[in-house]
């Protein structure tokens, strides 16, 4: 079961927007628990975490010193309709700068309930990149959240 976590939080003085951790994992408690091993977790330095099932459409290694955006999505839970919808994403993106594209989904798979994606490109323009996407995804227009991000990560 692939997970998505998203820990926000920080502490006075230091700036933090938390971590993002997609591991291929057997199933949600697996998930939990690479989260509440998360190094700055135990350190207290987050206030929550999410684990979400997903279905990894596209992962490519980010390119060195290239500024990226992490574009993040929530809705009411859609009836899944992969294939032509998820397949669509390869015309969001027709110069190749989406890096990771991730579909949140239920826990059986069958339906979608958001969207991640890593993109070289400034919040704004990251965002114009993955909006079609997603709102054909969610099943209307989506507020997409945007925020700067660079890889970094543990093993």
Do not use: C
Request: aromatic share 8%; glycine share 10%; hydrophobic share 45%.
């Amino acid at each position: 079961m692939p997970a998505f976590g998203t820990p926000p939080g920080g502490v006075a003085g230091v700036y933090s927007n938390g971590s993002v951790h997609v591991v291929d994992v057997a199933d949600r408690a697996a998930a939990e628990r690479f989260a509440t091993e998360e190094p700055f977790w135990k350190a207290r330095l987050y206030r929550a975490f999410t684990a979400d099932a997903t279905v990894v459409l596209l992962r490519r290694e980010p390119a060195a010193d290239a500024p990226y955006t992490l574009i993040t999505a929530r809705w009411p839970a859609q009836d899944r309709a992969s294939g032509p919808v998820e397949q669509g994403l390869l015309g969001a993106e027709p110069d190749g700068r989406l890096s990771f594209v991730a579909v949140l989904v239920d826990d059986e798979g069958a339906r979608t309930t958001g969207v991640v994606a890593a993109v070289q490109a400034l919040p704004d323009e990251a965002r114009h990149l993955v909006q079609p996407f997603a709102d054909r995804l969610s099943g209307g227009p989506t507020l997409l959240g945007a925020q700067r991000w660079q890889r970094g990560g543990r093993s």
